[in-house]
């Protein structure tokens, strides 16, 4: 059998991308949704292992921790990019402004 070629990223290749706020906010949701579906402990332990740079354990974990960097990386370029604002929510209306 032959080799099978393709194309692909290079591991050590850094990509510039775009994200906009609208898919930032569905990346966030996503990490809130892999977090409820666990005990707030599971979840707890899991963000723990973030912070000692362990490796995941599972297929949750590995989500978790590629959710959390990818949030993180475009928080920092948002920052760097003064692309922040304040913004409110109302726990009574569920709404942010």
Do not use: C
Not at 15 to 40: C, E, M, W
Not at 68 to 95: C, G, H, M, R, W
């Amino acid at each position: 059998m032959e080799p099978i070629k393709y194309q692909g990223i290079d591991p050590e290749a850094i990509i510039d991308i775009q994200v906009s706020g609208h898919f930032y906010k569905r990346i966030v949701n996503a990490l809130l949704i892999l977090g409820d579906s666990k005990t707030p402990d599971d979840f707890k332990k899991t963000l723990e292992g973030l912070k000692t740079d362990s490796q995941p354990k599972d297929g949750y974990e590995l989500n978790i921790h590629i959710l959390t960097a990818l949030v993180y990386e475009i928080e920092s370029k948002a920052k760097a990019q003064n692309k922040l604002k304040e913004i409110t929510f109302d726990p009574e209306t569920e709404k942010f402004t």
